[in-house]
């Protein structure tokens, strides 16, 4: 007889190790994941100097002052001062209006004849502070220390006789469009001027792939604006290679009564050679209607003048 034999089951040594996953993908997913985190924090502690570099700003000219006329304002800081220029108007004969103008952040007020010479066609006297750590001014620049001094120096000058303190505009160009938005946060101007400004820094902080908290001055333009019943006045480059064209227009269906143009120019050329005489244009056609500026035109005045 056949003798049968039970069939052996495997044992676990006879059983071959499973082949491991390949986990390529988490570990691409866990380098990426610590790459951005330190980009974070690399931007976290660097955007004091993307926000302010004043080391990349002109040193000042030589004198104290714009002409003789110029006033020179100063407010003691921890550390030495802060200082403004205000330049009064040509006319005196009767109040006139008054623009405070804040610079972008690679300029100083030194660099502002144009926008004086401009504004004093119009009538103007002109109030131009110095940020911190810029130009004249010791300290260190920040949102809140901006705006308490652009506040300080407006209160020191509003009531002066020449000024007629119902007729009073904020402008500011790029950076200082968050230091203007920030002071009508504070003291309502007849009319506000954003020139090639962000909706907020928060906002640009996106344009860097980073989160909008990480922020130390958020200077929330749109906020403002979004609140402040005056006429406001938007301007932007269509090619702006530095804050996108899309924040101006962003600004524009915020503001409550906003008047807004465009001109074909980068960030750093705006509004361009080509756009200037457009750009004042604009800018009296905007202040008439806001009921800050009467008389001849500027234009007429130019005409005269030359």
């Not at 800081?77 to 804040?102: K, Q, S």
């Not at 750590?133 to 300080?152: I, K, N, T």
């Not at 080509?274 to 009921?291: H, M, Q, S, T, V």
């Amino acid at each position: 007889m056949d003798s049968h034999h039970p069939s052996q089951l495997p044992t676990d040594a006879d059983t071959p190790a499973p082949k491991p996953k390949r986990r390529w993908w988490l570990r691409i997913l866990i380098n990426l994941a610590v790459f951005y985190i330190l980009w974070c924090i690399a931007l976290y502690f660097y955007q004091d100097r993307l926000l302010f570099p004043a080391d990349l700003a002109p040193a000042p000219y030589a004198g104290e002052r714009y002409d003789t006329s110029t006033v020179v304002l100063k407010r003691p800081i921890a550390g030495g001062e802060v200082v403004a220029w205000y330049v009064p108007p040509l006319n005196r004969a009767r109040p006139a209006p008054l623009v405070v103008f804040f610079h972008g952040n690679a300029e100083i007020i030194d660099d502002q004849s144009r926008i004086i010479l401009g504004y004093q066609r119009m009538g103007f006297g002109v109030l131009l502070p110095e940020y911190r750590g810029y130009g004249r001014s010791d300290g260190s620049p920040g949102e809140a220390a901006l705006v308490d001094d652009a506040q300080f120096f407006f209160d020191e000058i509003v009531n002066r006789r020449e000024l007629d303190a119902g007729r009073i505009v904020f402008h500011g160009r790029s950076l200082g469009g968050g230091v203007a938005a920030g002071l009508a946060d504070r003291r309502r101007p007849s009319a506000l001027v954003l020139e090639s400004t962000f909706t907020s820094v928060s906002a640009m902080a996106r344009h860097y792939y980073a989160p909008a908290f990480i922020a130390k001055n958020p200077f929330r333009v749109d906020r403002v604006i979004a609140s402040l019943d005056v006429p406001v006045l938007i301007l932007h480059g269509t090619t702006d290679d530095i804050i996108p064209v899309a924040h101006g227009r962003k600004l524009r269906d915020l503001a409550l009564r906003g008047t807004y143009h465009e001109y074909d120019c980068r960030h750093n050329d705006f509004p361009g050679d080509a756009n200037e005489e457009a750009y004042w244009r604009d800018i009296e056609a905007f202040l008439r209607a806001a009921g800050v500026v009467s008389g001849p035109a500027a234009a007429q005045s130019r005409e005269a003048g030359s």
